[in-house]
Antibody
Framework: QLQLQESGPGLVRPSETLSLTCSVSGGSISITSYYWGWIRQPPGKGLEYIGSISYSGNTYYSPSLKSRVTISVDTSKNQFSLNLRSVTAADTAMYYC????????????????WGQGTLVTVSS | DIVMTQSPESLTVSLGERATINCKSSQSVLYSVNNKYYLAWYQQKPGQAPKLLIYWASTREFGVPDRFSGSGSGTDFTLTISSLQAEDVAIYYCQQYYSAPLTFGGGTKVEIK
């Protein structure tokens, strides 16, 4: 049974960098058919795709966040990570990591397994 | 970006009755090479992560009850719950994976009457 678990600070100061890690267990991150993604959900709002990465390091980002986002992968630890720079209160959200079954190129596919999410609040 | 528009925003249905949720894409999500619609549906119960219900617009994920079904064509898609159960109270989202960036609909909240 694949499990994903987000970890990282629950509070980040404005203008600083939000850093989260997703640990994958019950399966390898190094499978060609899958990408690994980050999605966020502001309190009481809908889902927003942040970006995704393959095990080989191919990345795709939402254009609205691309200038501030970096996603990386560490296959030796079966983990992938999110860095979001220069955060503001608008970045306060539940952050989910998820596996994407990549049915097309550029990491396009559906999210078939999700972490439980971690709430990140941006506040001084 | 492909914009996904869901309707209604909320829906109140009696137990055992049918619930119908609509999702409209701003452009086609049909890939002509394989004749598949690049659309998925998710269920998010209160306090939980979303759960995949359907992909390719109409293929149920393993373990999803058959009271959930997806349909559609062109740019209009529907998620139907044929007989609403108490455990189906949730927010439902559609998502397109035809083109980057991946985008979600705004969600439809389903409640019991």
């Amino acid at each position: 049974q694949l499990q994903l678990q987000e970890s990282g600070p629950g509070l980040v100061r404005p203008s600083e960098t939000l850093s989260l890690t997703c640990s994958v267990s019950g399966g390898s991150i190094s499978i060609t058919s899958y990408y690994w993604g980050w999605i966020r959900q502001p309190p009481g709002k809908g889902l927003e795709y942040i970006g995704s990465i393959s095990y080989s390091g191919n990345t795709y980002y939402s254009p609205s966040l691309k200038s501030r986002v970096t996603i990386s992968v560490d296959t030796s630890k079966n983990q992938f990570s999110l860095n979001l720079r220069s955060v503001t209160a608008a970045d306060t959200a539940m952050y989910y990591c998820a596996r994407i079954y990549a049915s097309g190129n550029y990491g396009r596919g559906w999210f078939d397994s999700w972490g439980q999410g971690t709430l990140v609040t941006v506040s001084s | 970006d492909i914009v996904m528009t869901q309707s209604p925003e909320s829906l109140t249905v009696s137990l055992g009755e049918r619930a119908t949720i609509n999702c409209k894409s701003s452009q086609s999500v049909l890939y002509s090479v394989n004749n598949k619609y690049y659309l998925a549906w998710y269920q998010q119960k209160p306090g939980q992560a979303p759960k995949l219900l359907i992909y390719w617009a109409s293929t149920r994920e393993f373990g999803v009850p058959d009271r959930f079904s997806g349909s559609g064509s062109g740019t209009d898609f529907t998620l139907t719950i044929s007989s609403l159960q108490a455990e189906d109270v949730a927010i439902y989202y559609c998502q397109q994976y035809y083109s980057a960036p991946l985008t979600f609909g705004g969600g439809t909240k389903v409640e019991i009457k």
